[in-house]
């Protein structure tokens, strides 16, 4: 018997010599899906009449972020930009989170209410540092009619500032030139600098003082008052007891994210935010590694910061922590509480090219390096497309563009070597011959919505919905088939349950083109004479699924191949 038989399709090799490659694997294979082992199309993208609510439209050229907050908002942005729900349950404010968003030129990480979100109205991340009180508070009266029985108490002022969120920042540093020796006759009268102004949301002032023991016990909210200013100060009279204070202050080290202030911050503004497992934010500032307090978004105290040996590209949350992505080697950050995490460094050159080729699928995550698709784990990373692709076939796709996304098991990339050259493939780190295929478009930004296990994109600047459409059209042309002997392939068969609409078969000879045949049945076809060769490839494009292909020297070898 002298010719060859297909009776499963597999995906893409080309690290492979065509020749060698299994039997039932392709040198191309576009917008096939080979899960049933057969050859089956891709579905189409569905078009959708979702828009975007803010800041811009799907319609807008250049959207690269899209994200879904709920059904009836959905936020779209031009720029690379993280953006998180709040981890709070049952939010009762609906908190919306940004980082990389630019705002009036300034790169702060913003926080919105999804209620405001048409109305674009953002605030930043973080509660600023109260500044300290600039005048000593005073006493009314100002000597006392019980100094002779009495000890007085000794007393010190703090304050913070509390957004209408409830989020409250760092306190003013208490000042040993305004301690004051305090009677039980004597009320003190603190007032306040001014607020700053600002996207921060400022509400009131928390006002601390000393007990007996030294702890700063909060006295009272004070509302900051909208016609605040240097010529009208606030104001506020303590006269409460020791026995009437309240808590204790909690937030000396409530440090507000980075911002682009280059003298406080020379590395840049806070990227890349996450959410982990433990309520706890993750982002990035140059090296540095920062966590939020766990449910406290708004701060990142410097006490949990970590330095990391190269600049950091992204972050990828594992069940037990966070594998950071650098531009040198990885880094594994484990542990679930932010002040007592643990860094190791993984010994592994596989550097991270594309923050947003970083997709969580699961319990673990795939991003794209210099070399390949690497999967990263608690257990470390490896190069998973190491038997797919060399380094060259890899950086044909100009990895440091890669976007991708989860799309049920699958990882959806995309990639763009200019406007002219681009396109996406489906990746499946499950392994296996069908790991990889080719798509023959590209998308702009997506969304993975696991709620509803849907795959949003901006393709052309229009909203669709990811294998949900109709059939494409696909192409997948086998390994070089080598016989020993030259021979004559006289007859062809293309196996399918349906033929409408038609299958293109072609043959070819030592890369040479011999035959194209439009195939409407599962009846043989004969094949061109008058040549022998070694080698062969089938090509065959369609959109209907594909069972069976037969190529032999006579039909009586068709029918017991």
């Not at 209620?115 to 540092?129: A, E, W």
Request: with cysteine.
């Amino acid at each position: 018997m002298t010719g060859f038989s297909l009776q499963t399709f597999g995906g893409k090799a080309p690290k492979i010599y065509s020749r060698l490659l299994p039997n039932d694997m392709a040198t191309v294979a576009t917008n096939v899906r080979l899960d049933t082992g057969r050859l089956e199309p891709w579905k189409g993208n569905a078009s959708s009449s979702i828009n975007a609510t803010s800041p811009t439209n799907f319609t807008q050229i250049g959207v690269k972020t899209i994200f879904k907050h709920s059904s009836n908002i959905w936020i779209a942005v031009d720029k690379v930009v993280d953006i998180l729900e709040s981890p709070i349950a049952e939010d009762p404010h609906n908190r919306i989170y940004y980082s990389g968003f630019d705002i009036g030129g300034f790169s702060h990480p913003l926080m919105q209410i999804a209620d405001q979100v048409d109305d674009n109205i953002f605030f930043r991340l973080g509660i600023p540092l109260a500044p300290n009180l600039a005048t000593t508070p005073t006493l009314t009266p100002t000597s006392s009619s019980v100094s002779a029985t009495e000890t007085p108490s000794a007393r010190s002022y703090i304050y913070t500032f509390v957004s209408a969120f409830g989020e409250e920042g760092q306190p003013s540093t208490a000042q040993t030139s305004q301690i004051l020796s305090v009677f039980s006759d004597q009320t003190v009268t603190i007032t306040f600098p001014v607020a700053p102004s600002g996207q921060h949301n400022l509400a009131k002032r928390r006002l601390y003082r000393t007990d007996a023991d030294g702890t700063f016990r909060q006295v009272a909210d004070i509302d900051i008052p909208s016609d605040e200013s240097s010529s009208n100060l606030t104001t506020f009279v303590d006269n409460k007891t020791d026995a009437e204070l309240g808590e204790p202050n909690e937030t000396a080290d409530f440090d507000p994210p980075p911002d682009s202030d280059a003298t406080a911050h020379p590395e840049g503004h806070m990227e890349g935010l996450k959410s982990m497992n433990n309520g706890v934010f993750a982002g990035f500032a140059g090296k540095t590694v920062l966590f939020s307090v766990p449910f406290q978004p708004h701060a990142f105290p410097k006490k949990f910061q970590l330095t990391v040996q190269s600049p950091v590209v992204g972050l990828a949350p594992l069940s037990n922590g966070l594998m950071v992505l650098t531009k040198g080697k990885p880094v594994l950050v484990q542990g679930t509480d932010p002040a007592s995490m643990a860094m190791v460094e993984i010994d592994s050159a596989q550097s991270c090219v594309s923050r947003r080729s970083i997709v969580d699928m699961g319990d673990f995550s795939v991003y794209a390096s210099p070399d390949g698709l690497v999967l990263a784990s608690e257990s470390g990373v490896e190069l998973i497309t190491e038997q797919i692709f060399t380094r060259d076939h890899w950086q044909a796709f100009n990895p440091s563009s890669i976007h991708a996304y989860y799309w049920e098991g699958h990882y959806i990339g995309f990639y763009k070597i200019s406007n002219t050259e681009k396109g996406g493939f489906v990746f499946d780190p499950r392994g296996g011959k069908n790991s990889f295929v080719d798509l023959s478009f590209y998308a702009d930004a997506g969304f993975s919505d696991l709620e509803n296990d849907e795959l949003y994109l901006v393709v052309n600047n229009n909203f669709v919905e990811f294998a949900s459409g109709s059939n494409l059209s696909y192409t997948w042309k086998s390994k070089e088939f080598y016989n020993a002997r030259p021979i004559n392939p006289a007859v062809a068969q293309v196996e399918c349950d349906s033929y409408s609409p038609s299958v293109t078969f072609k043959l070819f000879a030592d890369n040479s083109l011999k035959h194209t045949q439009t195939v409407t049945s599962a009846d043989p076809f004969k094949l061109p004479s008058g040549y022998k060769e070694n080698a062969f490839h089938v090509e065959v494009t369609g959109s209907v699924p594909i069972n069976q292909i037969k190529v032999f020297e006579s039909s009586e070898e068709i029918g017991n191949g």
